[in-house]
């Protein structure tokens, strides 16, 4: 089990008790985000988390698949989607590198709060490139930490090195960007849900080779 695994797995009965610290700004991220979702939509979610969000967008698209690396969270995901109302949602504990999904099969990937957790970026961006379908979009909200005191650069480091927090990517928000359009997305809106420290949400769609 890598260290991220088992931190989250750890975390998780926590994480699905702390209420959302900016209800405004999840809010308006939903919001923007409903307003690119099309009814016959097949979405994979990233970083589910314990499954809130997939469970709130279910009624605008026609199936998530919405996944986690960690275990503990997708059973408490799992639990959630007991309500009638989930039928399209399925929980997954995976990567977005499980072999179990097919290049071009999902019209939107979402990812919040997650893509400053992973260790290859780009990796993992161009792999979301693979399974999207011409002209998918990739919508993500990522925290760019950049800006933040040095220490919490130096806070997570000691945590990092003994296995108290799993890797943290201190991006610029010009970073992100990059890193997105780098991998053969072309960013169509963004916005920052709170504007400190930015949470930056970027909807992305897969450009034509
Ligand atoms: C900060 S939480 C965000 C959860 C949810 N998206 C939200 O906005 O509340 C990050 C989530 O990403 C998951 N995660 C971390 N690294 C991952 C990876 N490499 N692949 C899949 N999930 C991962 C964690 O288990 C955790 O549930």
Same mark, same amino acid.
């Given at each position: ?7 989250? %797995? ?11 610290? %900016? ?6 991220? /939903? ?9 016959? %939509? ?7 988390? @314990? ?21 503990? /969270? ?8 007991? *309500? ?10 995976? @990567? ?5 999904? *097919?290049?071009?099969?999902? %019209? ?36 760019? /930490? ?12 000691? /945590? ?11 991006? @610029?928000? *010009? ?5 997105? @359009? ?28």
């Amino acid at each position: 089990m890598s260290t991220s695994e088992k931190f989250w %797995d750890r975390l998780a009965k926590r994480y699905a008790r702390s209420p959302i610290k %900016d209800m405004q700004s999840y809010n308006r991220t /939903m919001e923007r985000t409903k307003a690119h979702l099309a009814k016959g %939509d097949r979405v994979l979610e990233a970083g589910c988390g @314990t499954g809130s969000t997939a469970l709130l967008l279910a009624g605008n698209v026609a199936h998530i698949t919405a996944s986690d690396i960690s275990g503990n /969270m997708i059973e408490i995901a799992r639990a959630k989607a007991k *309500d009638p109302h989930a039928g399209n949602v399925n929980f997954l504990k995976a @990567t977005v590198f499980d072999e179990t999904f *097919d290049g071009r099969s999902f %019209d939107v990937v979402l990812a919040f709060n997650f893509l400053h957790l992973l260790e290859d970026l780009p990796a993992a961006l161009r792999r979301v490139n693979e399974l999207l379908t011409r002209d998918g979009l990739f919508i993500s909200k990522t925290l760019c /930490m950049a800006g933040q005191g040095w220490y919490w650069r130096v806070l997570l480091a000691i /945590m990092r090195s003994v296995r108290l927090a799993p890797h943290v990517s201190f991006l @610029t928000i *010009d970073e992100l960007e990059e890193f997105v @359009t780098n991998e053969g997305f072309e960013i169509i809106e963004t916005g920052d849900y709170p504007a400190s420290p930015p949470s930056r949400f970027i909807v992305a769609r897969k450009r034509r080779r």
